[in-house]
């Protein structure tokens, strides 16, 4: 009888023995249940995101990019950006190359007699086309109709050493002899007369009438005419 009881005691602590062992398998060894069997990790959560959330990484990430591919290619509408410089227009390229030739449009042309009797006319063509043009060569003059009229020839040592580039406003010159001064000379009366510019190939089309008050006369045969020159010298402009 007592070899029966016994048995079923020992049974028992047996049984209690191994429920102790699992409930301890279960615990973190301070008496409370490990989180990691109910709760994922944070890098867990973090890959375990909502399509939604996926869309606004992504858009945030395009937004980043194109502020940075902005911020690299500077502002489009040209205005200065971070470093100071505009990037959005050009500075134009210096031709280095002389002004265009003047036309009879670009300037306006007056004449003034000069001495007593008058021999001489001085032309000022002063350049009212807001650029800068040149002064090619000399005038071409018409003392009477241009068709049948003689051509006034140029004094060579009144040709001036570089163009005459004229700037807005400035004025270019040109002394012309009109007769000796003599009372027998083969003299007629002109009030007004042609002028014309020399373009960069020649003769321009167009000419302006010069009108000069009181008249002056013309010896044909004498007549002449100086080169475009910024100011009348002594001596190159005496003929």
């Given at each position: ?18 429920l ?14 490990s989180?990691d069997?109910?709760a994922?990790?944070?890098?867990a ?7 939604q959330?996926k869309?606004?990484?992504a858009?945030a ?5 194109a ?20 990037t959005g227009?050009k ?10 030739a ?6 306006r ?6 001495g ?9 063509a ?18 009477g ?16 050493a ?18 000796d ?6 003299n ?11 373009a ?8 302006r ?7 002056i ?5 004498v ?5 475009w ?9 005496e003929?």
């Amino acid at each position: 009888m007592r070899t029966s009881t016994r048995r079923p005691a020992v049974l028992a602590a047996a049984a209690f023995a191994a429920l102790s062992l699992t409930l301890t398998a279960c615990s973190d060894g301070t008496g409370a249940k490990s989180e990691d069997s109910k709760a994922p990790s944070s890098a867990a959560k973090a890959s375990d995101t909502s399509p939604q959330a996926k869309d606004e990484d992504a858009s945030a990430g395009e937004s980043a990019d194109a502020a940075k591919d902005a911020g690299q290619a500077g502002p489009a509408n040209g205005t200065a950006g971070a470093t100071g410089t505009q990037t959005g227009t050009k500075s134009p390229k210096k031709t280095g190359g002389k002004a265009p030739a003047c036309t009879v449009k670009d300037v306006r042309i007056t004449a003034a007699k000069e001495g007593v009797p008058t021999t001489h006319l001085t032309l000022t063509a002063k350049n009212t086309s807001g650029r800068a043009c040149t002064m090619v060569k000399y005038p071409l003059l018409a003392f009477g109709e241009i068709q049948t009229a003689k051509d006034v020839p140029a004094v060579a040592k009144s040709k001036p050493a570089a163009p005459v580039v004229l700037e807005p406003g400035a004025p270019a010159y040109a002394a012309v002899r009109i007769n000796d001064g003599g009372v027998d000379e083969q003299n007629r009366a002109v009030t007004d007369f042609y002028v014309n510019l020399f373009a960069a190939d020649g003769p321009a089309e167009g000419s302006r009438t010069v009108t000069v008050p009181g008249g002056i006369a013309v010896d044909d045969a004498v007549a002449k005419t100086g080169y475009w020159t910024p100011q009348l010298r002594n001596g190159a402009d005496e003929f």
